[in-house]
């Protein structure tokens, strides 16, 4: 007897308006299917990032956690001067390609840090005794080619990195002053030629200015803000303002103050990206938590820099500066007095401040 095939396509076929009914219910009942904060970004429309070091990539726990859980990346080191100019004449590509080969495989952004800073360059260029021409000349060569390179894969770049000081002066640097590119005393006319330049070399990709101790409404804060608002005025290019939030002193009445820095920014039309999250805690001499209730802390601190940013739409990404306890810079920046600042901990377990990050993405409106 002859029985009636059964052609899978049909079934499926016939199955997908039940499934996207289903789907679309649980998305008006709030029923919540993310199993990641990439998930739960991707739906908030938001970037959430860490900075990776590609020497790690080969770790299974390392970068499968950094595929599940983030949408962008930006290498920690390999985009500075020190490491992308080895020489005047060698431009040293390979780990900020490889870091770029990563975020293509897993669908996610790159940003690009840094083109200009007065620390991490290499030996030949901070004790090469340039003229200003020179240093003009070769910070300019350097920003077109190392723009050029990653054009169309770096979205957006920290052009300037940490040119203020705390008061809110601008910082001595062989960019500026010592001997500069031909603006010494001229205030934030080197930071704009820098701009210049970057813009011209690729017209696509989003620039921004990055600092630290910028969250909040201090000196530092408003000399960038004044900086930001004068180069919008004049049409100087420049997209985007960068805050580290390297929080090593929880001051909640500062960091609260963050959603009014916020709000200054993003009204002269700018995006702002928190670029480098971390809140270090205390350690004992052994490397353990000083004090265990700092983990709350520090989720309380993470919850509320992550609000403030969910709450203005020109804040368009959140990152952390590594993502786990295993591989951070702060231990051996604060010589093992301070540590376990990210959101994984050691072994790659999600540490209450992850929790907070998620609930904050799921509620947040
Ligand atoms: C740090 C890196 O994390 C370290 O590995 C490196 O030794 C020094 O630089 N502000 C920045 C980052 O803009 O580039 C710094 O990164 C941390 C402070």
């Given at each position: 007897?002859?029985?009636?095939?059964?052609?899978?396509?049909?079934?499926?076929?016939?199955?997908?308006?039940?499934?996207?009914?289903?789907?679309?219910?649980?998305?008006?009942?709030?029923?919540?299917?993310?199993?990641?904060?990439?998930?739960?970004a991707?739906?908030?429309r938001?970037l959430?990032?860490?900075?990776?070091?590609?020497?790690?990539?080969g770790?299974?726990?390392?970068?499968?956690?950094?595929?599940?859980?983030?949408?962008?990346?930006?290498?920690?080191?390999?985009?500075?001067?020190?490491?992308?100019?080895?020489?005047?004449?060698?431009?040293?590509?390979?780990?900020g390609?490889?870091?770029?080969?990563?975020?293509?495989?897993?669908?996610?952004?790159?940003?690009?840090?840094?083109?200009?800073?007065?620390?991490?360059?290499?030996?030949?260029?901070?004790?090469?005794s340039?003229?200003?021409?020179?240093?003009?000349?070769?910070?300019?060569?350097?920003?077109?080619?190392?723009?050029?390179h990653?054009?169309?894969?770096?979205?957006?770049?920290?052009?300037?990195?940490?040119?203020?000081?705390?008061?809110?002066?601008?910082?001595?640097?062989?960019?500026?002053?010592?001997?500069?590119?031909?603006?010494?005393?001229?205030?934030?006319?080197?930071?704009?030629?820098?701009?210049?330049?970057?813009?011209?070399?690729?017209?696509?990709?989003?620039?921004?200015?990055?600092?630290?101790?910028?969250?909040?409404?201090?000196?530092?804060?408003?000399?960038?803000?004044?900086?930001?608002?004068?180069?919008?005025?004049?049409?100087?290019?420049?997209?985007?303002?960068?805050?580290?939030?390297?929080?090593?002193?929880?001051?909640?009445?500062?960091?609260?103050?963050?959603?009014?820095?916020?709000?200054?920014?993003?009204?002269?039309?700018?995006?702002?990206?928190?670029?480098?999250?971390?809140?270090?805690?205390?350690l004992?001499?052994?490397?353990?938590?000083?004090?265990?209730?700092?983990?709350?802390?520090?989720?309380?601190?993470?919850?509320?820099?992550?609000?403030?940013?969910?709450?203005?739409?020109?804040?368009?990404?959140?990152?952390?500066?590594?993502?786990?306890?295993?591989?951070?810079?702060?231990?051996?920046?604060?010589?093992?007095?301070?540590?376990?600042?990210?959101?994984?901990?050691?072994?790659y377990?999600?540490?209450?401040?992850?929790?907070?990050?998620?609930?904050?993405?799921e509620?947040?409106?």
């Amino acid at each position: 007897m002859d029985r009636p095939s059964i052609n899978p396509l049909l079934i499926r076929k016939s199955l997908t308006p039940y499934l996207a009914l289903i789907l679309s219910l649980a998305t008006t009942t709030g029923i919540n299917f993310a199993q990641s904060l990439r998930d739960d970004a991707d739906r908030r429309r938001i970037l959430i990032g860490a900075a990776v070091n590609p020497a790690l990539f080969g770790e299974a726990p390392y970068a499968s956690t950094l595929a599940r859980e983030f949408n962008m990346v930006e290498p920690e080191n390999e985009m500075k001067w020190g490491r992308i100019r080895p020489s005047q004449d060698r431009f040293n590509f390979g780990p900020g390609d490889e870091v770029v080969a990563f975020a293509q495989a897993h669908k996610m952004k790159v940003r690009g840090h840094c083109l200009l800073w007065s620390e991490h360059n290499p030996a030949w260029l901070s004790k090469g005794s340039f003229t200003p021409e020179q240093l003009s000349k070769l910070l300019r060569e350097h920003i077109a080619t190392v723009m050029k390179h990653y054009s169309g894969e770096v979205f957006a770049w920290d052009v300037v990195n940490e040119a203020f000081l705390a008061n809110g002066t601008i910082e001595p640097s062989i960019w500026y002053d010592s001997p500069g590119i031909g603006f010494a005393g001229k205030g934030t006319a080197y930071i704009e030629q820098a701009f210049r330049w970057a813009r011209a070399a690729d017209p696509k990709a989003l620039l921004f200015y990055n600092d630290y101790d910028t969250e909040g409404l201090n000196a530092k804060s408003d000399a960038v803000y004044a900086m930001v608002k004068d180069f919008r005025k004049r049409g100087v290019p420049i997209d985007g303002v960068g805050i580290q939030a390297h929080i090593f002193n929880i001051d909640m009445k500062e960091i609260s103050s963050l959603a009014a820095n916020l709000a200054r920014l993003t009204a002269l039309g700018l995006q702002v990206h928190i670029t480098e999250m971390d809140v270090a805690l205390p350690l004992d001499t052994t490397g353990a938590l000083l004090d265990q209730s700092g983990l709350t802390r520090q989720a309380d601190v993470y919850r509320v820099i992550a609000t403030a940013c969910l709450q203005q739409t020109g804040c368009t990404a959140f990152q952390t500066w590594g993502f786990t306890d295993k591989y951070s810079w702060i231990p051996g920046y604060t010589k093992g007095a301070k540590g376990k600042a990210l959101l994984f901990d050691e072994l790659y377990a999600p540490k209450p401040a992850y929790n907070a990050l998620r609930e904050v993405l799921e509620r947040e409106r």
